[in-house]
């Protein structure tokens, strides 16, 4: 088996209606927090939170803290 990206693993996150906004919010080159990501998927910060983990735990997402913020953006 050839090494290389999951595509079916990527592809299920990405289908994902509200995971899809958020990453397309994120394309824009700046960082944004999990409650600004809420807004632009239109969905609750908890479920937000929950669909961040997945894409962190899939690696397209990077997270910094900065004081009390945590900024999440796209790995690259």
């Known amino acids: ?5 999951d595509i079916a693993r990527i592809a299920s996150l990405v289908g994902d ?3 899809a906004n958020m990453l397309t919010a994120l394309m824009g080159g700046t960082a944004l927090t999990a409650s600004e990501l809420a ?3 239109g969905v609750s910060l908890p479920t937000a939170s ?3 983990s ?3 735990e899939g ?3 990077t997270l910094a803290s900065q004081g ?3 900024y999440y953006g796209l790995a690259g």
Request: without cysteine; charged residues 30%.
């Open 39 to 41: 807004l632009e998927a």
């Open 54 to 56: 997945k894409l962190m």
């Open 68 to 70: 009390r913020h945590r």
């Open 59 to 61: 690696g397209l997402l």
């Open 1 to 5: 088996m050839r090494e290389g990206p």
């Open 17 to 19: 209606p509200a995971r």
């Open 50 to 52: 929950s669909h961040l």
